[in-house]
């Protein structure tokens, strides 16, 4: 069944609004708890066979992903564009006891071409944080910057045959996307890449929405810095 129309897209304008302080302080505001506080599977899933070191999460959110890799032995920079959220992922992190293994930073993706500072992590994990192609080579490029040599970036993020299936809209043309815009997009796909990729998938998993669950597709992307 289609639950959402095409005409839901956003003009570019829109869609970088929505990618601002105050649009996604007030969504955190208008709920005690935006997002479920498990980690994302994607994530469980990719890093069970890492060994924990130090791991960036960007765009994390009310902290799932990072008090669960707290938690699971990385010592982690979490760092969003909502204080909220951050204030969340702190208060969390202490209810869970892991906040000696956790600090959190203010960052911009459109704006701020480093985060997590000038360190660089053996995991950096990106998670829903879609942005308009016309930013995605710049944001994304400075994302990955933040991968030391022997690391691994990992991108998930909603597939856009989820808008074709009509369990979510595209709130914007471009702004879902499919692995192979990371892989090229970082060059990852060239011979003398510094990026192999270990991961490039697009697995279905079933998501409780409504009074029942729909069939939802990522995109998931796993890729180790060689050098
Ligand atoms: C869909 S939520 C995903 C949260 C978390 N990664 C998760 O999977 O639960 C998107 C997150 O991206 C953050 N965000 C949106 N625009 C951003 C930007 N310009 N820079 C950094 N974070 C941003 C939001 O505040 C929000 O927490």
Redesign the pocket.
Known sequence: MRRHHKDDDLSLEQMREA?TADF?DERYRGSDRV?SGRP?QRLVEQVADLAPGTALDV???EG??AIWLASNGWRVTAV???EV?LERTAQHAEEAGVDDRLRIGL????EDPRPGGRRRYDLVTV???HVPVADFKRVYTSIAKAVAPGGRLLVVAHHPEDVETGVRSSHGPGLLFEPERVVSTLGADATDSPWQVEVADTPVREQVMGEGTVSVRDTVVRLRRTR
């Open positions: 990618l996604w997002w994302n765009a994390c959110g799932g992903d969003d564009v909502s959220a960052y911009d993706a459109l998670s829903f944080l």
